[in-house]
């Protein structure tokens, strides 16, 4: 049973040392639990919170623990009488191959499952962001604009397609010309600028020429920056994610634009909320999985998956997730099916 430890805390960007692979004895389940296989686990822009011990909205993982994470495990051994020997199931057994479960929290999957990565990414924790930010937060109207950054990614495909069904029009950001280039082809985003490029703020301002209406906000940093003078009258911005901030170990240098923000914010009538999916959505999920499963069926809400082979593989990805190395949903392959 291997397993990947938090082995220190990052300063700043994570490197390979703050993670340690170990290899235990395979865990045995007494009666009421089952052992379960990780067969994919999720990289999630979250983990590098839990890396740190600032105070968040959930604990730290403490030095020499597993690193948390969701994932789609089967069952091997049950000693649980609501789960038989391969059953597909959606846990959150972190960063290892084996776990054993008294069953709590685990959501199953059925015996024969198609796409079990889907469960991670479209069909699961992204893809229901992604639906409740910006359909709960954002009330997107056939019409208005719709800017959303990272935009290829888990959360970010998911938000300019569901929008564009709404019937905006949706001005996309992503980093680089293939992810761009995919954000269009692929998604159908009316554009998608790339975040990299020097006249990136002109060019949002060329794309958006009736302003902004939604802002889905998961990056902050320039884009946000790019975005504000933007917004029109009462604007929405579901406040998802700030991950061009994850990393920072102090606020920026620079004049104080806080004053900025918030006249912005009072001239135009902005509303901005946070959320957290599972804390303040956890009792909807039913309700996306039944709108958004035909959705991705017919071919309505597309998706592109980065799949990594290996668990030893898993910090740099992860690594690579906080510098836009990702392509996709970042999900590990951890062992076979
Ligand atoms: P993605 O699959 O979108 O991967 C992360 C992407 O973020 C990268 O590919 C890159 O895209 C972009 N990025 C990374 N670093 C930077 C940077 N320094 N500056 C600008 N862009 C950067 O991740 P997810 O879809 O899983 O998550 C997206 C956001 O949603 C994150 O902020 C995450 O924390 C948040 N989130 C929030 C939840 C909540 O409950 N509030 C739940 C789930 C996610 P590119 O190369 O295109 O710039």
Redesign the pocket.
Known sequence: NRRVLLNSRPQGAPTPDNFRLETTDLPQPSEGQVLLRTVYLSL???MRGRMSDAPSYAPPVELGEVMVGGTVCRVEQSMHPDFVEGDWVLGYTGWQDYEVSDGKGLIPLGQELEHPSRSLGVLG??GF?AYM?LLDIGQPKPGETVVV????????AVVGQIAKLKGCRVVAV???PQ?CKAGIEAFGFDECLD?YAPDFAEQLADACPDGIDVYFE??G?K?FDAVLPLLNVKARIPV?????HYNDTKLPEGPDRLPLLMQTFLVRRIKAQG???FDDYGSRYGEFLAEMTPWVAEGKVKFIEDVVDGLDNAPNAFIG??????F???VVRVGEE
């Open positions: 999630d822009p979250y924790m992204p962001t930010g950054a990272a935009a290829t990614g888990a959360v970010g992503a980093g680089g992810k975040h998961s990056v940093g884009v998802c994610g700030l991950i061009a959320f957290i999916i997730l906080l510098e836009g190395k990702n996709g949903k970042l």
